[in-house]
T-cell receptor, first 111, second 119 residues
Framework: GQQVMQIPQYQHVQEGEDFTTYCNSS?????IQWYKQRPGGHPVFLIQ?????EVKKQKRLTFQFGEAKKNSSLHITATQTTDVGTYFC???????????FGKGTKLSVIP | EAGVAQSPRYKIIEKRQSVAFWCNPI?????LYWYQQILGQGPKLLIQ????????DSQLPKDRFSAERLKGVDSTLKIQPAKLEDSAVYLC?????????????????FGPGTRLLVL
């Protein structure tokens, strides 16, 4: 079956440092969505990537979809305390409509 | 625009009791999802409705869990009888149509969730 790994599971950074989380799949993905969940909150949609090699930016956040559509990354430049939370990649396999969440990367930002 | 509403926000029950959760999706959203999120894990899809029909319930433990969306709007999720391992946050989400196209998946909008503790 499809195996998708999200790494790292936890990341502690000093405020102002950069942060990157990776989502790696053993098979081709139709698309990738990234969600953020604040502590005690619910997942909130950030971005969707569909095309091979796609790169999208939202202010300090940069999202990439690999050329083979098997991996994706979320990079945050100069983290702030408001970036604290768990970042999930969600994905659909080719031809599937079901959305599956990865285990997430929990980001802590030390002021 | 009002978001996805869920109630109750918190529930504590003893094992073997029954419990029900309610969800009101965003107006006009045809697709409704119920997820279970165990502490420290990502949400796991339990069931997906398209209007009042079930699209996917492959991960719903049907011996104890049931869900309905009779009029294609509100939905209820029931657990009977509850087990200790059912302690989790139950998230409801909705989206406009729910099916994948060449443009990718639709955005899902999540409610605040119901935190269930089974003692």
């Amino acid at each position: 079956g499809q195996q998708v790994m999200q790494i790292p599971q936890y990341q502690h950074v000093q405020e102002g440092e950069d942060f990157t989380t990776y989502c790696n799949s053993s098979t081709t993905l139709s698309n990738i969505q990234w969600y953020k969940q604040r502590p005690g909150g619910h997942p909130v949609f950030l971005i969707q990537l569909v095309k091979s090699g796609e790169v999208k930016k939202q202010k300090r956040l940069t999202f990439q979809f690999g050329e083979a559509k098997k991996n994706s990354s979320l990079h945050i430049t100069a983290t702030q305390t408001t970036d604290v939370g768990t970042y999930f990649c969600t994905y659909s396999g080719a031809g599937s409509y079901q959305l599956t969440f990865g285990k997430g990367t929990k980001l802590s930002v030390i002021p | 625009e009002a978001g996805v509403a869920q109630s109750p926000r918190y529930k504590i029950i003893e094992k073997r009791q029954s419990v029900a959760f309610w969800c009101n999706p965003i107006s006009g959203h045809a697709t409704l999802y119920w997820y279970q999120q165990i502490l420290g894990q990502g949400p796991k899809l339990l069931i997906q409705f398209q209007n009042n029909g079930v699209v996917d319930d492959s991960q719903l433990p049907k011996d104890r869990f049931s869900a309905e969306r009779l009029k294609g709007v509100d939905s209820t999720l029931k657990i009977q009888p509850a087990k200790l391992e059912d302690s989790a946050v139950y998230l409801c989400a909705s989206s406009l149509g729910g099916f994948s196209t060449g443009l990718g998946q639709e955005t899902q909008y999540f409610g605040p969730g119901t935190r269930l503790l089974v003692l």
